[in-house]
């Protein structure tokens, strides 16, 4: 089955840091653009990062510009968010999401989210 | 930023039923504007895509509408398994906004 798997989600105090992993499996992950995207209890989506299939592009929501860091390993078919000085409004479930080949933003596959919970 | 404004933000309705939910976009997205369904606890599941594309597998009772600025999403007969939230997202460049979501319960 084509899927995505993160892992990673926690309690971290604000301040911290925290680095979630996303493993896919059943698609060719080199030729697809990913992204994380995050939505805080009982609230709306929101997108976080896009990475493009070559790690040559690279884009971040204002929100979390200079303290998140995507990359990917295409050779073990992950891709990661590095998570830095983290403040309560970042809790959220974070999800995964594959690109379409029609556009970067465009989400055909998500994975079923990990929780991070940023409390003192 | 792109700001995304759907209405309502609650909806009941009974199975049968046809239902429509509207979103409309800060500025002009052109067609570049999905429809994604989403379960509690889950994670949400593109249906629509380019305003009227429809996602492989998804039923024909889903269709979307609209250019520019103002777009609907219909459900033209509710089934029991469409009971969820439903979100609109732009994609028109680099970056991404989604709507606040709609949630579509049973009457």
């Known amino acids: 089955e084509v899927q995505l798997v993160e892992s990673g989600g926690g309690l971290v105090k604000p301040g911290g840091s925290l680095r979630l992993s996303c493993a896919a499996s059943?698609?060719?992950?080199?030729?697809?653009?990913m992204n994380w995207v995050r939505q805080a209890p009982g609230t709306g989506l929101e997108w976080v990062s896009s990475i493009s299939s070559s790690s040559g592009y690279i884009n971040y929501a204002d929100s979390v510009k200079g303290r998140f860091t995507i990359s990917r390993d295409n050779a073990k078919n992950s891709l990661y968010l590095q998570m830095n000085n983290l403040r309560a409004d970042d809790t959220a479930v974070y999800y995964c999401?594959?690109?379409?080949?029609?556009?970067?933003?465009?989400?055909?596959?998500w994975g079923q989210g990990t929780l991070v919970a940023v409390s003192s | 930023d792109i700001q995304m404004t759907q209405s309502p933000s609650t909806l009941s309705a009974s199975v049968g039923d046809r239902v429509t939910i509207t979103c409309r976009a800060s500025q002009s997205i052109s067609s570049w504007l999905a429809w994604y369904q989403q379960k509690p606890g889950k994670a949400p599941k593109l249906l629509i895509f380019k305003s009227s594309r429809l996602e492989s597998g998804v039923p024909s009772r889903f269709s979307g509408n609209g250019s520019g600025t103002e777009f609907t999403l219909t459900i033209s007969s509710l089934q029991p398994d469409d009971f969820a939230t439903y979100h609109c997202?732009?994609?028109?460049?680099?970056?991404?906004?989604f709507g606040q979501g709609t949630k579509l319960e049973i009457k």
């Open positions: 997202q732009q994609y028109n460049g680099d970056s991404t906004t």
């Open positions: 059943r698609f060719t992950f080199s030729t697809y653009a």
């Open positions: 999401a594959r690109g379409s080949l029609y556009s970067t933003t465009l989400f055909d596959l």
